[in-house]
């Protein structure tokens, strides 16, 4: 097994095929010699940064084997890395998020003459992801000649950092994309979920705050990050309940969000299928408690706040949706205490706002305490705590990092679970 590369190093490697050797041995069918073995020095790699490119990606793969079989990753995010790479050439990195995550390979950019030959560079890269995983979890199928050294657990946080110092320091934050094949479960590193728990969809803004205070998130500006399996487990895994998948989806959102990038694509299912033997060796995470009873309620129900208060502004559509929680809350046969939670909208631009600041948490607590007192009149006994959990789940910017009304109204949303 050969030592890890370390994190932000780069290979210099010797020059790759030529673009017009590649697209003529694929257009004509003719593949180039094949080996007995997967080069894992990946000499066929160039490095260079001078040459013009489209797309800056950063590919983050963890193939953990609480993941699924990472084959199928890969063929499932082909969309996802296709839209990132673009047809103008992309420069590609890979990082591996293990224990210790690091910069496996960089890939220079190559551009054809039209889109047919830009299809089948991207074809071509694709390939390389998939040497880049025979190289390090392995398939059992695939030899290699040599191996990538995996660290046990995850750290994507520590990936995300190794990704932000991958980029090409001449790339715009318009032409930054990280596409991240993992199921998000962090069990090392700064936040572990296997240690600490994944964090609620209530908890998560302050958690991400604390991560940002100190230092914890990677500087992500303007960049568009993908996630592809998120959430997701192999089905040999205890299953994940849905506030637990709520609470993980919230989270990454939440780091993206404060590190100043934007969220793209979330595909949360791909095929199944047993992890490699190889793949990284993680920690148990466990799931949140289950809701017997979780309702969100939002302005499309008739719960609207007058701006920067805890007023209805329609108190008889709100007193409505609160009898009928009370009424479900007395047809059930849940147990224990109700929690009533509030979010609030950033309100303001990306670049501007603090997570976990005092003045979200005392709004959105407010307005929990506020539809407390609807409940308690619409007939609910039984002890009722508030929580203001502050900006909620949702990227409310756009590209450019202005706040966007329409996404921020879904943030503006009352819990109700028991």
């Given amino acids: 097994m050969k030592n890890r590369f370390a994190p932000h190093s780069r290979l210099r490697l010797a020059a790759a095929l030529s673009l017009a050797g590649l697209v003529t041995a694929v257009l004509t069918g003719c593949a180039p010699p094949s080996q007995d073995k997967v080069d894992c020095t990946f000499a066929g790699d160039s490095a260079g940064s001078a040459q013009q490119f489209g797309s800056d990606v950063v590919i983050i793969m963890a193939p953990s084997e609480n993941f699924v079989d990472f084959e199928n990753v890969l063929t499932g995010a082909q969309d996802v890395i296709n839209e990132a790479m673009g047809l103008q050439g992309a420069r590609v990195s890979i990082v591996i998020a293990d224990g210790r995550p690091g910069l496996i390979r960089t890939i220079a950019p190559k551009t054809g003459d039209n889109e047919d030959d830009n299809a089948i560079i991207n074809r071509h890269l694709m390939s390389k992801l998939k040497e880049t995983y025979y190289c390090s979890a392995g398939d059992e199928v695939h030899a290699t000649t040599d191996k990538v050294t995996l660290e046990p657990e995850v750290d994507l946080l520590a990936a995300f950092n190794v990704a932000a110092g991958a980029f090409d320091v001449s790339s715009s934050p318009e032409q930054r994309h990280i596409v991240v094949l993992s199921n998000g479960l962090q069990t090392t590193g700064q936040y572990s979920f296997a240690d600490r728990g994944v964090p609620s969809e209530s908890n998560v803004g302050t958690v991400v705050g604390a991560l940002d205070k100190q230092g914890g998130l990677p500087n992500l500006t303007g960049a568009t990050v993908d996630f592809v399996g998120l959430g997701q487990e192999n ?18 959102s939440a780091v993206v969000g404060a590190s100043g990038g934007r969220m793209g694509t979330i595909l949360a299912q791909v095929v199944d299928g047993p992890p490699s033997l190889g793949s990284i060796v993680t920690a148990e995470v466990t799931s949140l ?10 302005e499309d129900d008739g719960v609207t ?10 108190p ?25 939670t509030g979010f609030v909208a950033s309100a303001t631009r990306q670049d ?14 407010a307005r929990a305490d506020a539809f407390k007192g609807l409940l308690i009149a619409a007939g609910v006994s039984s002890e009722i705590k508030t929580a203001g959990a502050g900006k909620g789940p949702v990227n409310d910017w756009d590209e450019n990092g202005r706040y966007v009304e329409e996404l921020g109204a879904q943030n503006r949303k009352i819990v109700v679970s028991q």
């Fill in 316 to 340: 008889v559509s709100a007193a409505a949706e609160a009898a009928k929680i009370a009424d479900r809350i007395a047809k059930s046969a849940c147990g224990g205490d109700i929690t009533v």
């Fill in 352 to 365: 501007e706002y603090v997570f976990g600041n005092p003045e979200d948490a005392s709004l959105s607590q």
């Fill in 289 to 298: 408690d289950d809701a017997c009873i979780s309702v969100a309620v939002t």
């Fill in 235 to 252: 089905s040999s895994e205890p299953v994940l309940n849905q506030q637990t998948l709520d609470g993980i989806i919230a989270f990454w």
């Fill in 305 to 314: 706040f007058a701006p920067g208060s805890a007023e209805f502004l329609d």
